[in-house]
């Protein structure tokens, strides 16, 4: 799988030197840019995952968690987490065939609700991230996605301490339509994120070509008067 990616940047590529280090910069062939979501509640892995596939320095907005913060933001099953994303995180992953995936981190939170609007405009499809010790704290931005009318697909991430289930009670528990792919990934490793992002790749470009088979079918008709 590995092998289908573009690599990551190296550790000792600086980033903004001003040089074309590595996958840096795209190629001038025609390439087709999508944009995607990953989503979910704090503390799932969203920063995580995004830094596992970006193969350009991923950007992230980060803040040491106060006092405050974590009042507010729930701190069950992720007692470690010192820091809180109050923004975005942004990565790049080049897939064969020359698609070029703009990932986007977007905040869980119900008070990031605007700013998850506006991210959300121009997207194709999310990722949703899950921990199967707090499943329902990735209902709401899964009512957001929906909301929005974009297609997904569910990553549950598994931690050491998360309980594992079946994919069929999982799917039960998320309430997904069968369509809706459903992968378990870790994601520290790119190559199991990797599947999860290319699992909703393909399910988006199913759809869409379902769509244009469809509009085109009702064109045909008028087409011939
Ligand atoms: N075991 C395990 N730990 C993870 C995984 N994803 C993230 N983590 C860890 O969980 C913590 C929270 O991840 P982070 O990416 O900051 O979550 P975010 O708030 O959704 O961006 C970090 O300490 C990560 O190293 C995973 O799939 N498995
Ligand atoms: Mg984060």
Not at 15 to 28: C, H, I, R
Not at 178 to 195: I, K, M, N
């Amino acid at each position: 799988m590995d092998s289908a990616l573009s690599s990551p940047p190296s550790p000792e590529t600086p980033s903004g030197s001003g040089e074309p280090a590595g996958s840096m910069y795209l190629d001038d062939k025609p390439q087709t840019l999508v944009k995607l979501l990953v989503a979910g509640p704090f503390g799932v892995g969203k920063t995580t995952f995004i830094r596992s596939l970006s193969e350009t320095q991923p950007l992230h907005t980060e803040e040491v968690m106060t006092r405050t913060g974590a009042l507010v933001d729930d701190l069950a099953g992720v007692r470690d987490k010192t820091t809180t994303t109050v923004a975005i995180d942004f990565g790049r992953l080049t897939l064969p065939g020359d698609l070029v995936l703009y990932m986007f981190g977007t905040p869980g939170q119900r008070r990031f609700r605007p700013l998850w609007q506006d991210i959300a405009r121009g997207a194709l499809g999310a990722l949703v991230l899950a921990d199967t010790r707090r499943l329902a704290d990735s209902f709401e931005v899964m009512d957001m996605i929906e909301e929005a009318g974009l297609r997904y697909a569910v990553a549950v991430n598994s931690f050491p301490d998360s309980p594992q289930h079946h994919p069929d009670t999982l799917r039960d528990h998320l309430d997904l339509a069968p369509e809706t792919p459903l992968v378990v990934c870790d994601a520290r490793s790119r190559d199991q994120s990797a599947d999860a992002l290319i699992a909703l790749v393909g399910h988006v470009l199913e759809a869409l070509d379902k769509q244009q088979q469809q509009s085109q079918s009702q064109q045909q008709p008028q087409e011939s008067l």
